[in-house]
């Protein structure tokens, strides 16, 4: 899995959807859906792992 699938069964899990992470992690709008294909920086993945109450390991 890559770290889209990653994050997306993490928020499965906690019920919340990759909008409202996005916007809890104070991120734009559809950037998590664009790391499918582009590396995101270190700070946004760790804003991520940080709201969904995991470690950035997880996620990648």
């Keep these: 899995m890559n770290l ?3 994050i997306k069964k ?3 899990e ?3 959807s990759i909008a409202k992470l996005e916007r809890a ?3 734009s ?3 998590i859906s664009h ?3 582009s ?3 270190v700070g946004n993945v760790k804003a991520v792992a940080d709201y969904l109450q995991c470690n950035i390991d ?3």
Aim: aromatic share 8%; glycine share 8%.
């Design 4 to 6: 889209y699938e990653n």
């Design 39 to 41: 590396d995101p920086k």
């Design 58 to 60: 997880e996620l990648l």
């Design 14 to 16: 906690k019920g919340v």
């Design 10 to 12: 993490k928020c499965k």
């Design 25 to 27: 992690a104070k991120l």
């Design 35 to 37: 790391w499918r294909v």
């Design 29 to 31: 709008v559809g950037s």
